[in-house]
Nanobody
Framework: QVQLVESGGGLVQAGGSLRLSCAAS????????MAWFRQAPGKQRELVAG???????TYGDSVKGRFIISRDSTQNTVNLYMNSLKPEDTAVYYC???????????????WGQGTQVTVSS
């Protein structure tokens, strides 16, 4: 069974940094497009960042220049480094995997359980 397990969420002050990690099975990690989505209360789930198996990256407009996504092949993890955090970054963050890149959550086959990120002002 495919599992995506997130870790690293928490409470941080505005301007601070956090790192989220997503551990995936080897088959998924090697072949799938990996992404981070987030969902704030009352809002739609949105793409934060994604990375292909070859290392090509994409970012949502609201996080460009502040967040960095990377792959660690030694541990089969995808990391999201979040810097200069703002209160509007507060959301539940989800790791997801798709066979090919998709901008919409509907295009993803596997999801983690989510991790809460709260940014205080």
């Amino acid at each position: 069974q495919v599992q995506l397990v997130e870790s690293g969420g928490g409470l941080v002050q505005a301007g601070g940094s956090l790192r989220l990690s997503c551990a995936a099975s080897g088959r998924i990690f090697r072949s799938y497009f990996m992404a981070w989505f987030r969902q704030a209360p009352g809002k739609q789930r949105e793409l934060v960042a994604g990375i292909s198996s070859a290392g090509a990256t994409t970012y949502g407009d609201s996080v460009k220049g502040r967040f960095i996504i990377s792959r660690d092949s030694t541990q089969n993890t995808v990391n999201l480094y979040m810097n200069s955090l703002k209160p509007e970054d507060t959301a539940v963050y989800y790791c997801a995997a798709a066979f090919v890149f998709a901008p919409s959550p509907n295009g993803y086959d596997y999801w983690g359980q989510g991790t809460q990120v709260t940014v205080s002002s």
